[in-house]
């Protein structure tokens, strides 16, 4: 509801006439609070409608499937279900959960699986039910013609682009090209989105415009006349849209372009601000859930700021560039630190160079998948290749809040003093100097007990720049931004104590993103979804995959860790995990994973100097045990969570017996140097 009142305050004063700010105000606010109400009636009555338990139904993907976490998700429309025999389906979409690729938008599938209800409120209206999809059998392609030609399309450029040697440029240029993800890895989608560069990826007003610039030097030897090529760029967007997907922002993309075009065979000309108020006004009108969606308001907000921006700065020659961008940064800013909470502060200089590498590799990329010359093809995943490092680079790059953005403008508006000028000159040269190479190695051998919120994550780093990590929590984005933080580009040993997602889920994409020469895992066949893939993708890089056993020893530097557990077979996973003892200067720590009582019982007798407290700190451990081990300083990395951990009872033990006890969701990062 806040977001939707942003948008409507967002049109109103876009409005030129601003003694009608008011009346236009408070009619979009009533107009969508009254939206807002009547959707969650409607959720109320669809889900009453969805049966419960196991069903067979028959209908259409109308989404692409995207993934997450426990799989492929999308929205399915059924037509029909089975009750004995095929009879009509009354309810509403389900968004449906696969564990497999079950094929593209527009698809006609027949699905077996779990039903329950669940509202559920998308962009494209509302889902009644959660199907959780055991089998699918694809009966057919889309029955609309204009649909299947896309879907041919997008074939044709994943087919090229599966020639493309470098895995992560080419799934990188499908974002570019088609607005299509999937295949980029969670690390660096995260990355970009830190670096600020994620909206090169959805797919908006600059693409459009190029794909309309190439499709006017094709047709322009036809001696077309202008209205001519205006119909023909109109049935092209028309088309492009559903390539793409139909995203927020191109959707507003395509409509503005539209609109232009539209003013072109009928002789009205169509202003920029006039063409971002028809499009939104249109749009909202025919999809009010827009108005809530994230990238919907970044586009329109970014558009804007372009649009202001471009006034400022005419005729300031390359100056004009940067303007532009600290024009949609600015505009975007509210938005991302209502949210998100955060801004990336370097963002218009990274897009300074990523833009224009992106466009490039759009152009090449296009134009290579649609002739099938190779060398293109390569050029263009180059090109893709550096707006990947340099997202990598930037992912660790200062991110800002309210106060960061507040001081940043206090001190652009300090430059039209002339004395300080040169000093916040000086200031921004040497703070984005110390940003771009990045902080050494530390002195002394250190861990770094990582904030991943609810999970588990460990850097240990020596004082000649080997790096160790242990556990990567769930988000890889989180999991990213701390190792870029700490300029770590290289692991020479990887550890995942156990199969469990709050423990291994943020090493998804990070094979790709770094150099790792060894990942340590054990072995155990009830292990999360997706525990096997990734172990799967370390190895299709190069990674050596090994499942220690007890008693190993691996020497990085002067960091010594010695593998103590598990002694023997555990049908527990959590007493199955890996447990280390890592030895720098005289010092030790242990990692003990989540094991239980049971796996503690048999590690013998310990006494590390500091603790990683088990599971979380959790009942799950043995209090005996933790009294036994006296540490003098006791670390519980645990974030936000509905299991009751830490609990207080092994907090008591804890604070009577380690010399000090932290905790990553008070104190954040925790650093402790053991030289």
């Known amino acids: 509801?806040?977001?939707?009142?942003?948008?409507?305050?967002?049109?109103?004063?876009?409005?030129?006439?601003?003694?009608?700010?008011?009346?236009?105000?408070?009619?979009?606010?009533?107009?969508?609070?009254?939206?807002?109400?009547?959707?969650?009636?409607?959720?109320?009555?669809?889900?009453?409608?969805?049966?419960?338990?196991?069903?067979?139904?028959?209908?259409?993907?109308?989404?692409?499937?995207?993934?997450?976490?426990?799989?492929?998700?999308?929205?399915?429309?059924?037509h029909t279900?089975?009750?004995?025999?095929?009879?009509?389906?009354?309810?509403?979409?389900?968004?449906?959960?696969?564990?497999?690729?079950?094929?593209?938008?527009?698809?006609?599938?027949?699905?077996?699986?779990?039903?329950?209800?669940?509202?559920?409120t998308t962009r494209d209206g509302p889902a009644a039910g959660r199907l959780a999809v055991r089998t699918s059998t694809r009966i057919s392609g889309p029955r609309d013609p204009l649909l299947r030609l896309a879907n041919a399309i997008r074939h044709r450029v994943a087919g090229q682009l599966a020639r493309v040697e470098d895995a992560s440029a080419s799934a990188l240029l499908s974002g570019f090209m088609v607005g299509d993800v999937r295949a980029l890895s969670s690390f660096d989608q995260a990355a970009m989105r830190k670096a600020g560069l994620s909206h090169l990826v959805a797919v908006s007003g600059s693409n459009v415009a190029l794909f309309l610039l190439g499709l006017y030097l094709v047709t322009g030897p036809l001696g077309w006349t202008p209205r001519r090529r205006a119909l023909l760029g109109l049935g092209g967007v028309a088309m492009f849209v559903l390539v793409t997907r139909w995203e927020p922002s191109v959707l507003r993309a395509a409509v503005m372009a539209s609109m232009v075009l539209v003013g072109k065979v009928t002789g009205v000309a169509w202003g920029g601000w006039s063409a971002l108020g028809a499009a939104v006004t249109l749009l909202l009108a025919v999809s009010p859930q827009l108005a809530i969606d994230l990238g919907f308001q970044l586009s329109v907000a970014a558009t804007a700021g372009v649009l202001l921006a471009g006034r400022v700065v005419a005729r300031r020659g390359w100056l004009a560039a940067i303007g532009i961008g600290l024009g949609a940064q600015a505009a975007v800013a509210p938005i991302l630190l209502a949210r998100v909470g955060v801004v990336p502060l370097f963002s218009p200089l990274t897009n300074l160079v990523a833009i224009p590498l992106a466009s490039a590799a759009t152009s090449l990329g296009a134009i290579g998948a649609v002739t099938g010359f190779k060398?293109?093809?390569?050029?263009?995943?180059?090109?893709?290749?550096?707006?990947?490092?340099?997202?990598?680079?930037?992912?660790?790059?200062?991110?800002?809040?309210?106060?960061?953005?507040?001081?940043?403008?206090?001190?652009?508006?300090?430059?039209?003093?002339?004395?300080?000028?040169?000093?916040?000159?000086?200031?921004?040269?040497?703070?984005?100097?110390?940003?771009?190479?990045?902080?050494?190695?530390?002195?002394?051998?250190?861990?770094?007990?990582?904030?991943?919120?609810?999970?588990?994550a460990a850097l240990i780093q020596g004082s000649h720049g080997e790096a160790v990590l242990i556990d990567a929590g769930t988000d890889p984005g989180l999991l990213g931004a701390e190792l870029a933080r700490r300029n770590v580009r290289r692991l020479e040993l990887a550890v995942i104590s156990h199969g469990h997602l709050d423990h291994f889920g943020g090493m998804r994409g990070l094979f790709d993103a770094i150099e790792v020469d060894a990942l340590w895992y054990p072995d155990h066949p009830e292990a999360d979804p997706?525990?096997?893939?990734?172990?799967?993708?370390?190895?299709?890089?190069?990674?050596?995959?090994?499942?220690?056993?007890?008693?190993?020893?691996?020497?990085?530097?002067?960091?010594?860790?010695?593998?103590?557990?598990?002694?023997?077979?555990?049908?527990?996973?959590?007493?199955?995990?890996?447990?280390?003892?890592?030895?720098?200067?005289?010092?030790?720590?242990?990692?003990?994973?989540?094991?239980?009582?049971?796996?503690?019982?048999?590690?013998?007798?310990?006494?590390?100097?500091?603790?990683?407290?088990?599971?979380?700190?959790?009942?799950?451990?043995?209090?005996?045990?933790?009294?036994?081990?006296?540490?003098?300083?006791?670390?519980?990395?645990?974030?936000?969570?509905?299991?009751?951990?830490?609990?207080?009872?092994?907090?008591?033990?804890?604070?009577?017996?380690?010399?000090?006890?932290?905790?990553?969701?008070?104190?954040?990062?925790?650093r402790v140097p053991l030289g």
């Open 1 to 78: 509801m806040v977001g939707a009142l942003s948008m409507a305050a967002l049109l109103a004063a876009l409005s030129r006439q601003l003694r009608r700010f008011g009346l236009v105000l408070i009619v979009l606010a009533v107009g969508i609070g009254s939206g807002y109400f009547s959707v969650n009636r409607e959720r109320a009555v669809l889900t009453a409608t969805v049966p419960v338990g196991r069903v067979e139904l028959a209908g259409r993907l109308l989404d692409d499937p995207s993934p997450t976490i426990r799989g492929l998700t999308a929205r399915f429309a059924p």
């Open 81 to 120: 279900i089975r009750k004995g025999e095929w009879v009509a389906w009354k309810g509403p979409p389900l968004m449906a959960r696969f564990n497999h690729d079950p094929g593209q938008a527009g698809d006609e599938l027949v699905v077996l699986g779990e039903l329950r209800p669940h509202s559920i």
């Open 375 to 456: 060398p293109l093809l390569a050029l263009a995943a180059a090109c893709a290749r550096a707006v990947l490092g340099l997202a990598r680079l930037g992912m660790g790059w200062p991110q800002v809040g309210w106060l960061g953005t507040a001081a940043v403008g206090v001190g652009l508006a300090l430059t039209r003093l002339r004395r300080l000028r040169v000093a916040l000159g000086l200031g921004v040269a040497l703070l984005l100097t110390a940003t771009v190479i990045g902080p050494s190695p530390p002195s002394v051998p250190t861990v770094w007990f990582l904030d991943v919120g609810q999970g588990d």
């Open 530 to 670: 997706g525990y096997r893939e990734l172990l799967a993708e370390a190895e299709q890089v190069g990674v050596r995959v090994e499942t220690p056993k007890a008693g190993w020893v691996a020497e990085v530097g002067e960091l010594r860790f010695e593998v103590i557990g598990p002694t023997r077979r555990y049908e527990n996973l959590n007493d199955q995990g890996l447990v280390l003892l890592l030895t720098a200067a005289e010092a030790t720590v242990l990692f003990p994973g989540d094991i239980e009582a049971l796996g503690q019982q048999a590690l013998g007798d310990v006494r590390p100097d500091v603790l990683k407290v088990p599971h979380h700190g959790s009942r799950t451990s043995d209090p005996a045990w933790l009294a036994q081990l006296a540490p003098r300083l006791a670390v519980v990395s645990v974030g936000e969570n509905d299991y009751g951990h830490p609990n207080p009872e092994i907090m008591a033990v804890l604070e009577q017996r380690a010399g000090e006890v932290m905790r990553t969701d008070e104190e954040g990062t925790i």
